[in-house]
């Protein structure tokens, strides 16, 4: 009875540790069904898309001025991601667009880390509010 106990408590602790791992590494899917992400649009979900942008290596877009708001600058930016990403440029984030970012973010948080976003959240939380197919 009382190894039951420690065994049980042991696989406790064990998935915690594995689920603050997960989190603190970036390695949760993005959402299905998020909103797609186009011009005038505000706040978090943009900024995770102009910060996507910066960090796509393969890109030769970036977002100057990363504020969370989803100006003409953004959409030329968001469209320039779309043509290198062998994507139809259409300026709107949709689920092919957000699958592409995502990537581009995954590469940020295992660089840096899960950093804290002037939205006070981490940003692995960005796989809550990008348009994806996972």
């Not at 003409?72 to 043509?83: E, G, R, S």
């Not at 581009?104 to 939205?119: D, H």
Request: overall charge negative; some cysteine.
């Amino acid at each position: 009875m009382i190894v039951r106990k420690r065994l049980t408590a042991v696989l406790a602790v064990a998935a915690m540790c594995g689920a603050a791992l997960t989190a603190a590494t970036g390695t949760a899917n993005a959402a299905t069904g998020a909103s797609y992400i186009s011009e005038w649009q505000n706040g978090f979900q943009v900024y995770c898309v102009q910060v996507g942008i910066n960090w796509a290596s393969w890109s030769s877009a970036y977002v100057s001025n990363v504020d969370g708001s989803f100006g003409p600058d953004t959409l030329a930016q968001v469209k320039q991601f779309q043509h290198d990403s062998g994507l139809y440029p259409d300026g709107v984030v949709g689920q092919d667009t957000g699958d592409k970012l995502w990537q581009a973010l995954q590469v940020a948080i295992s660089t840096n880390g899960n950093i804290t976003t002037k939205y006070g959240v981490p940003l692995g939380n960005c796989y809550e509010v990008l348009p994806t197919h996972s």
